[in-house]
């Protein structure tokens, strides 16, 4: 059974840093485009950046740059996603995930496996 396990999430100040990680098991996941979603209430599920299966590749969204880095690790089927500088309107719930499409692929609906999600909230 294949799952990913996101962890890491919690409650910061603005202006702090959180890491999140997801580990996948079940199947290897080096040869997939990884990436992380995230979710407010009431909005809909939005793409926040993405990862090529090599890892020399990324996508950001625009609310992410300068301040998340995602990257991988394919011996340990796991990613990372390094968030610095967080905003109240960061909160939200994380998702990690897989895809088999390009790199640069933003669309939820293409992406196959999905995490559980966790919870950060970063308060003003």
């Known amino acids: 059974q294949v799952q990913l396990v996101e962890s890491g999430g919690g409650l910061v100040q603005a202006g702090g840093s959180l890491r999140l990680s997801c580990a996948a098991s079940?199947?290897?996941?080096?040869?997939?485009?990884m990436g992380w979603f995230r979710q407010a209430p009431g909005k809909d599920r939005e793409f926040v950046v993405s990862i090529s299966w090599s890892g020399d590749m990324t996508y950001y969204a625009d609310s992410a740059k300068g301040r998340f880095t995602i990257s991988r690790d394919n011996a340990e089927n796991t990613w990372y996603l390094q968030m610095n500088s967080l905003k109240p309107e960061d909160t939200a719930v994380y998702y990690c995930?897989?895809?088999?499409?390009?790199?640069?692929?933003?669309?939820?609906?293409?992406?196959?496996?999905w995490g559980q999600g966790t919870q950060v909230t970063v308060s003003s």
């Open positions: 079940g199947r290897t996941f080096s040869s997939y485009t």
């Open positions: 995930a897989a895809s088999r499409n390009t790199w640069y692929e933003t669309r939820k609906g293409d992406y196959d496996y």
